[in-house]
């Protein structure tokens, strides 16, 4: 079955960096798209960052862009977020997610449990 | 790029029909057919239950379905049971930079 398996979460320091990794199994990491998705404490859901199957096109939103660098490993099965000058309102739940096909599709049909990130002195 | 608007809130009792709305423009929700919803209940992964407006993936209930009119989506849940209880997101595709958006998020109360 599909899994996916998000690493590399804690406190970390404002300005500082921190990587997070999603593992993949139970399907072919390299035929499908992938995005990282964040939830910060009683918000909403927020795109983060989206990487097309074969890494050819990645898009961030406005409020990472710039900062936030996705990729991946498909001899790895692994998908990754490096995020360097972190801010206080980056504190969220980071979720990795499939997409339907392979970057295109822009729909999410499996989803990790989540990485906790806190961004705090 | 701002949040697609949903409202914040929406209840009903066990059995009845319940409609969440995602406004957006003709930028996103109203120039493609990239909408999807998700099922969240907190703590766990969210769950997709209609892509592409109106397609349920496999395993998903029949009891919900999606719509669209001009640049409004709309999620609807018949037969609303208790384990429908959840926070319900829409996302859509954007032909601005940033690709893809989601809705502000409604919290679904069963009565």
């Known amino acids: 079955q599909v899994q996916l398996v998000e690493t590399g979460g804690g406190v970390v320091q404002p300005g500082k960096s921190l990587r997070l990794s999603c593992v993949a199994s139970?399907?072919?990491?390299?035929?499908?798209?992938m995005y990282w998705v964040r939830q910060a404490p009683g918000k909403g859901l927020e795109w983060v960052a989206v990487i097309w199957y074969d890494g050819s096109n990645k898009y961030y939103a406005d409020s990472v862009k710039g900062r936030f660098t996705i990729s991946r490993d498909n001899s790895k099965n692994t998908l990754y977020l490096q995020m360097n000058s972190l801010r206080a309102e980056d504190t969220a739940v980071y979720y990795c997610?499939?997409?339907?096909?392979?970057?295109?599709?822009?729909?999410?049909?499996?989803w990790g449990q989540g990485t906790l990130v806190t961004v705090s002195s | 790029q701002s949040a697609l608007t949903q409202p914040a809130s929406v209840s009903g009792s066990p059995g009845q029909s319940i409609t969440i709305s995602c406004a957006g423009t003709s930028s996103d929700v109203g120039g493609y057919n990239y909408v999807s919803w998700y099922q969240h209940h907190p703590g766990k992964a969210p769950k997709l239950m209609i892509y592409?407006?109106?397609n349920r993936p496999s395993g998903v209930s029949n009891r919900f379905s999606g719509s669209k009119s001009g640049n409004t989506a709309s999620l609807t849940i018949s037969g609303l049971q208790a384990e429908d209880e959840a926070d319900y997101y829409c996302?859509?595709?954007?032909?601005?930079?940033?690709?893809?958006?989601f809705g502000t998020g409604t919290k679904v109360t069963v009565l």
């Open positions: 139970g399907f072919t990491f390299s035929s499908y798209g």
């Open positions: 997610a499939r997409d339907l096909c392979g970057g295109s599709c822009y729909s999410n049909d499996y």
């Open positions: 592409d407006v109106s």
């Open positions: 996302s859509s595709y954007t032909s601005s930079s940033t690709l893809y958006v």
